[in-house]
């Protein structure tokens, strides 16, 4: 469970960016790193036998809200871990002059990570006397994956196909006429797709022309919408309470969704303050049913629905005028 600090926290956010990654002195090319997806694929083709990866990394942080705050001695760590190994490298950043930024490199060995490490970067300063406080981290960790060539976030959903109507599980039948289920009880948030509903699962795996592009670009979208409304009511229903009753990070995938949802669903609010309430209005039930709009929306903008709806739109119209003419 996360720690939900019992002093002032920084309200604006904290953003870290990969600028360049190299392997052995080797610039990586830059589709090996992901701003939009936050992940670095830190393997070059052909060749697994790298010793030290470099990743130069930039950090913006709220500056007015630092230099009138209660906080002394702030600096900047980013800190790597990989549970696989319990490797933990902690690295402090260069404060510019010129700017609000933090710069510097992380290094990334070879011989302490296997498969995939946690990049978060922190604020870190002095409050009332006491050093050490983190006072921010980013709204979003990077993934440095070691086997990786393509950087995307894994193992964060899992898709599967099942026939719902005839197949072996059969505690999907009773689904049979739904289209897919979303599946938040285990480990990982499952995604079922129903290869029973007709043209579903080839209108996703082989689209083929602009219009079925565009169509299954939408229902993936939907999907992903569903799934991560889904994924935030189950994370917010697991939230655990500390000793004075204080609501703290579930682990794992729920912790992330939350983390990813809650500046969207709360907006302008520290995460643990967005956090405590909506836990607050779920729980009372005050405000909980004028919140969902607001969940709804976070959703859809995580699925990129808007921009699916847009290209689906524009191509049925661009498909309607060619047919006219």
Request: hydrophobic residues 40%; charged residues 30%; glycine residues 8%.
């Amino acid at each position: 469970m996360s720690t939900v600090y019992p002093y002032p926290t920084l309200l604006g956010r904290i953003d870290a960016s990969v600028r360049r990654a190299s392997i052995d002195g080797r610039d990586l090319p830059l589709s090996y790193v992901s701003e939009r997806e936050h992940v670095v694929a830190l393997h070059q083709i052909d060749r697994d036998d790298w010793r030290e990866g470099v990743l130069e990394l930039e950090v913006t942080a709220p500056g007015d809200e630092l230099a009138d705050g209660p906080w002394a001695a702030v600096t900047c760590v980013a800190v790597l871990t990989e549970g696989a190994t319990n490797a933990r490298t902690v690295t402090r950043l260069e404060r510019s002059r010129t700017d609000r930024k933090w710069r510097g490199e992380v290094v990334v060995r070879r011989s302490s990570h296997v498969a995939r490490a946690t990049l978060q970067v922190s604020l870190v300063g002095s409050y009332d006397g006491v050093d050490g406080r983190v006072i921010g981290t980013a709204d979003e960790p990077w993934f440095v994956d070691l086997l990786a060539r393509t950087p995307i976030r894994r193992r964060e959903i899992e898709i599967r196909q099942e026939d719902f109507r005839d197949g072996p599980h059969e505690w999907l039948h009773p689904f049979r006429d739904s289209p897919w289920l979303v599946e938040t009880t285990g480990d990982l948030p499952v995604v079922y797709l129903n290869k029973s509903f007709e043209g579903l699962t080839e209108l996703l795996n082989t689209p083929r022309g602009p219009l079925e592009k565009a169509t299954a670009g939408l229902v993936a979208a939907q999907v992903a919408g569903e799934a991560w409304t889904a994924m935030f009511h189950a994370a917010l229903g697991d939230v655990e309470l500390d000793e004075d009753g204080t609501p703290g990070f579930p682990d794992g995938w729920r912790e992330a969704a939350l983390r990813a949802m809650l500046p969207d669903v709360l907006p302008g609010r520290p995460l643990a303050d967005a956090l405590a309430e909506a836990h607050a209005r779920r729980r009372e039930g005050h405000g909980w049913a004028e919140l969902q709009s607001r969940i709804q929306f976070a959703a859809a903008r995580r699925a990129q629905v808007p921009k699916q709806l847009t290209t689906a739109v524009r191509t049925v119209s661009r498909n309607q005028e060619g047919a006219s003419r």
